[in-house]
């Protein structure tokens, strides 16, 4: 029969937390000095990151028991997590002067002389840990991660090769391989790999969910699929697998299978990178607003509390703070810290012309590119050499006029982060331009190795990406105002206009469209946003059904995204006591030209909040219809206004939700206003400055000349304003 702490312990390495620390509880409370369950307790309150708590439990049993070193072990590994670790460090060495052969405290000491910058100290304590007990796999682990990530890649090899030695068939070597591998994009050499760990024992859920990884990375989606379902039949609390396969499924499409997926990992885990993040963003891109506002405060007060649950990108569409949207990014910037490089590493090139270089993986059918395609093709090449860096191989008509509009186009899909790095050096690449920020399939950790001495933030990625090494970010007055730079990390380049660029050449197709082709009422009046469906909340939407249920010949145009959410849409605007009938939704179009011709049919387009419009805005100006936009506080939710105000449309710019809705009922009420308002932007888009793509080039590339020359004449950072 199991003792009462045998069976805390099962139900603890079983992931059942709640029902061990209860009967832990049930212990002590018969005997309060029960070592056993103290240690276990606070190793709970750990794992469900009450680390207050846990020092609490720690601290009580370190004054029972003084010298036992496996409190102070555990004290360390808490305190490392709440980062502090100079008393980190005094507890971990503290548990080794009790026992001097504690190998495990000495890899842990190691992580912390890490964290402390003490690299040499820490090589020597990973090291001492090998001493003491050489089949302790943790240590060549660690040291192997270390000298990888400084890249001293010949002695990452030879730990490997000594780890090899003394662990001849052992299935986490070969997963280390494999993960090396993965990370070099070597991706057949990682698949051999994880395969020779799965073969030696086939019953670890890690190995599973590395497969899978690198099957997904290999565009096996299906084999991928598998793995993933594969580890978590081994292991039903793998979090990682769970979040994985999420992630799959939501690039896939499949938003309700992925939300099942991130819902448990959060479940298990709560605190997992990403994972919260991820689960609200499945959430919002079908519309299902199913405790909503719970959600929202409870991952805003995670993020408060500097828990990285949430990607950077992400909660832009969730809140309108900049001061959080940075502290988001401060955490996510973390996972790139052993990166970081001294920008004075980098010289600035004696180059005849500047050579700038664009990196994104966005180069193909996508709004960036569609939105810089004629800046890149009307650069001064007189000045300026113009590169452009693709992370993505991907290829359809939008990448072949990228390909023709810069001087030099590279693919470096297959590359790894360094060769990216070292292949922008001997290009003596002088100014990079980061298009991605912390968006999907981003390769940031170039940036943080200074792949260029001047590195700037620029269109894809609307806010701040919180690194030393991100010198600076391209803006204007109204999406960062001089109050709000404090929460920026970059130095701010003000353009005069709208830092937002377009094509103009893009123009509407001479297709007529009518009511009867969407089967809209003739005596209708057409309400319109295009926007992704994620960027639309409940109380957003909450207001076009106001306004639905004022007007009674309104009706609401939306994109015709997928499924789930047209049906979770139709339910909502029912529940409002509204015919769906009412509800109208945009099949795709193939050409651009048309797309822009059948916005036409709206009367007047609806911005979304906190992440408005940015480049829809433009689709919606050259279309000739008005956009009502909600100016917020954060730079995503000011990109609209932005460009309202450059083509001075101001009067259609609000700044609140009640503002806003009744903005909307004035111009419903006047049609005369509307139709007004659809002549003054014909008329304005010959000679407005937004549209003017050669003074947009000329006031960039003022900006890429005054930051080259400062850094030219050695000149610290500072804010650039282009008049």
Not at 85 to 90: R, V
Request: hydrophobic share 35%.
């Amino acid at each position: 029969m199991k003792s009462l702490f045998e069976e805390a312990e099962v139900l603890f390495n079983q992931g059942n937390l709640e029902q061990s620390k209860k009967i832990c509880q049930k212990i002590l409370k018969n005997d309060p000095k029960d070592l056993n369950s103290l240690i276990l307790i606070s190793v709970i309150a750990f794992k469900t990151n009450n680390l207050i708590k846990s020092i609490e439990i720690i601290d009580y049993s370190i004054k029972l028991f003084p010298e036992i070193p496996e409190l102070y072990f555990n004290k360390a590994h808490v305190l490392t997590m709440k980062e502090d670790y100079q008393t980190s460090l005094e507890n971990i060495n503290k548990s080794i002067s009790l026992r001097n052969n504690y190998y495990e405290a000495y890899n842990l000491k190691g992580l912390i002389l890490l964290k402390q910058k003490q690299n040499t100290d820490a090589i020597k304590s990973f090291e001492n840990a090998i001493k003491i007990n050489p089949n302790f796999f943790e240590a060549y682990k660690n040291l192997f991660i270390y000298y990888k990530n400084y890249e001293q890649n010949n002695n990452a090899e030879k730990i490997l090769n000594k780890a090899e030695e003394v662990f001849k068939n052992y299935h986490e070597l070969f997963w280390l391989k494999s993960a090396k591998y993965k990370d070099e994009k070597k991706l057949d050499d990682s698949l051999e790999e994880i395969n020779k760990a799965i073969k030696i024992n086939p019953n670890i859920s890690e190995s599973f969910n590395l497969r899978g990884l690198i099957y997904k990375d290999l565009g096996k989606h299906n084999e991928s699929e598998k793995d993933f379902i594969k580890s978590i039949k081994i292991d039903k609390n793998n979090y990682q697998a769970h979040h994985n396969l999420g992630n799959l499924l939501k690039n896939k499409k499949k938003f309700s299978d992925s939300i099942i997926y991130y819902k448990k990992a959060v479940e298990i885990n709560k605190f997992h990178k990403n994972g919260f993040g991820n689960y609200l963003l499945a959430k919002n891109s079908i519309c299902d607003w199913d405790s909503y506002d719970s959600n929202c405060i409870e991952l805003i007060n995670l993020v408060k509390s500097k828990n990285n649950v949430c990607s950077a990108f992400n909660l832009f569409s969730i809140v309108d703070s900049n001061e959080l949207h940075l502290i988001n990014a401060q955490l996510e910037n973390k996972n790139f810290s052993v990166f970081n490089s001294d920008n004075k590493k980098i010289e600035i090139s004696n180059n005849n012309k500047i050579k700038i270089a664009y990196y994104s993986a966005d180069f193909r059918n996508h709004p960036v590119s569609k939105s810089i395609v004629e800046l890149i093709e009307n650069h001064d090449r007189n000045k300026f050499e113009i590169i452009g860096i693709s992370f993505n191989s991907i290829k359809d008509q939008t990448k072949l006029r990228m390909v023709d509009a810069f001087d030099k186009f590279i693919e470096v899909e297959k590359k790894s982060v360094d060769e990216i790095v070292n292949l922008s050096k001997n290009l003596k690449i002088d100014i990079a331009i980061d298009l991605m920020g912390y968006t999907k399939d981003s390769r940031f950790a170039i940036f943080e190795k200074r792949c260029a001495p001047i590195q700037i933030n620029y269109l894809g990625f609307p806010g701040t990406t919180a690194s030393k090494n991100m010198d600076y970010i391209i803006a204007d007055k109204c999406v960062i105002n001089e109050n709000e730079s404090v929460f920026f990390s970059e130095k701010i380049i003000n353009l005069p206009i709208s830092f937002m660029v377009t094509d103009t050449k893009r123009k509407p197709s001479k297709k007529l469209f009518d009511y009867r082709n969407y089967e809209f009422p003739l005596d209708s009046i057409v309400l319109c946003s295009f926007n992704t469906y994620y960027k639309i909340t409940p109380k957003i939407f909450d207001i076009w059904c106001n306004i639905l249920l004022k007007f009674k010949k309104t009706v609401l145009w939306l994109s015709q995204e997928n499924i789930d959410g047209i049906q979770n849409l139709t339910k909502e605007i029912e529940k409002k006591g509204i015919n769906k009938n009412r509800l109208f939704f945009a099949k795709f179009e193939n050409r651009i030209e048309d797309h822009l011709a059948r916005i036409k049919l709206a009367d007047l387009c609806l911005d979304t909040y906190p992440y408005s419009s940015h480049s829809t805005t433009f689709d919606y100006l050259v279309s000739g219809t008005p956009l009502v936009t909600l100016k917020g506080n954060s730079f995503v939710s000011k990109v609209s206004s932005s460009i309202l105000e450059s083509f001075n449309l101001q009067d259609l710019i609000t700044n609140s939700y009640s503002e806003y809705e009744n903005k909307i009922c004035e111009l419903i009420s006047s049609p005369k206003k509307i139709i007004e308002l659809k002549e003054n932007i014909k008329n304005k888009m010959t000679s407005s400055t937004l549209f003017d793509i050669n003074k947009y080039i000329k006031n960039i590339e003022k900006s890429y000349e005054i930051v080259y020359r400062n850094k030219i004449n050695g000149l610290p950072l500072k804010n650039i304003i282009i008049d």
